[in-house]
């Protein structure tokens, strides 16, 4: 009889291999159904975004930032701005 922990790495290994065969199959779709595919994937980890919650240290971050911005609004900039900073620069 297999132990637990056999059995745990013989299903992780076959879903590794699963996973593997799909995602061969998927690199073959053509570009525009990948990148539809990107899209629903990413809308379904939106949808579950409650699931991911931030750690403790990327809560003190994020608001050590924001007191930062409200000490000094002129250090940040607009979103718009920021997107055209990033984008010019590609």
Same mark, same amino acid.
């Given at each position: 009889?297999?132990?637990?922990?056999?059995?745990?790495?013989?299903? *992780?290994?076959?879903?590794?291999?699963?996973?593997? !065969?799909? &995602?061969?199959? $998927?690199?073959?779709? /053509?570009?525009?159904?990948?990148?539809?595919?990107?899209?629903?994937?990413?809308?379904?980890?939106?949808?579950?975004?409650?699931?991911?919650?931030? *750690?403790?240290?990327?809560?003190?971050?994020?608001? !050590?930032? &924001?007191?930062? $911005?409200?000490?000094? /609004?002129?250090?940040?900039?607009?979103?718009?701005?920021?997107?055209?900073?990033?984008?010019?620069?590609?």
């Amino acid at each position: 009889m297999l132990r637990k922990e056999t059995i745990d790495v013989l299903e *992780s290994q076959r879903y590794f291999c699963i996973m593997t !065969a799909q &995602l061969r199959e $998927l690199r073959e779709l /053509p570009i525009s159904e990948r990148i539809l595919l990107v899209e629903d994937l990413w809308d379904s980890i939106a949808e579950d975004a409650s699931a991911c919650r931030l *750690s403790v240290e990327q809560s003190d971050e994020l608001n !050590a930032r &924001l007191d930062a $911005l409200d000490a000094d /609004p002129r250090q940040g900039a607009h979103w718009e701005i920021a997107k055209q900073r990033i984008v010019a620069s590609l």
